[in-house]
């Protein structure tokens, strides 16, 4: 699953919690809706991936990472993301060739197979949708949220319009925000943070 924050704008924030358990990231990688143009000569809005990926992270089972298993991830990201790349899309699920270069890869990298591979980015990005990008830190998913959402409506180069749409994404993600199950996971992910911020780009 890609998802998914930009380090100066929500990087976090959709990183980790856009990762859906049945065909990882897939139908939030591909299925998502193309953000609308935004009108010429005026800037573009901020983007929310939190909003995005606070709605799918509800349904992320998670478990406690270690430093082995996050090494493992950003081994394994670029050939896995280039298999899920070639996929058309609307997929929401790979076809039984594709899955099983997913779990040929994964294997490949110590993984079990991509299921747990998927399993372990999710977890990673609910983390990740909790540390500052400005500060490195770990405050929590709705701290991130509510900093994004005073930096937006501070911004005035930003049209009204857009502004309230990147407010109201942002004020739909608070509540769907999910509690963190293994606080440990924050020290394994903190540490690696660079790489994985590397690994997992946001735009």
Avoid: C
């Avoid at 699920?93 to 779990?103: E, F, I, R, V, Y």
């Amino acid at each position: 699953m890609r998802a998914t924050l930009s380090p100066a704008l929500l990087a976090p924030v959709l990183l980790g919690l856009g990762l859906a358990l049945a065909a990882p990231g897939l139908a939030a990688a591909q299925s998502a809706p193309a953000a609308s143009p935004a009108a010429p000569g005026s800037p573009a809005a901020p983007q929310t991936p939190a909003a995005d990926a606070a709605a799918d992270a509800a349904g992320v089972q998670q478990m406690a990472l270690t430093p082995a298993l996050v090494d493992q991830f950003v081994a394994a990201n670029k050939e896995v993301n280039a298999i899920l790349d070639k996929l058309p899309d609307g997929t929401d699920q790979p076809d039984p060739a594709t899955l099983a270069k997913l779990d040929a890869t994964a294997q490949k990298y110590k993984f079990a197979d991509y299921k747990q591979y998927d399993a372990v980015e999710s977890n990673i990005g609910i983390v990740m949708a909790g540390i500052d990008p400005q500060t490195k830190q770990y405050i929590g998913p709705d701290a991130v949220i509510k900093k994004q959402i005073a930096q937006v409506e501070a911004d005035k180069q930003i049209s009204a319009k857009d502004k309230k749409d990147t407010v109201d994404q942002l004020n739909a993600a608070l509540p769907t925000v999910p509690k963190l199950q293994y606080p440990g996971n924050v020290d394994v992910v903190v540490k690696s943070y660079d790489k994985l911020n590397e690994t997992m780009p946001q735009d």
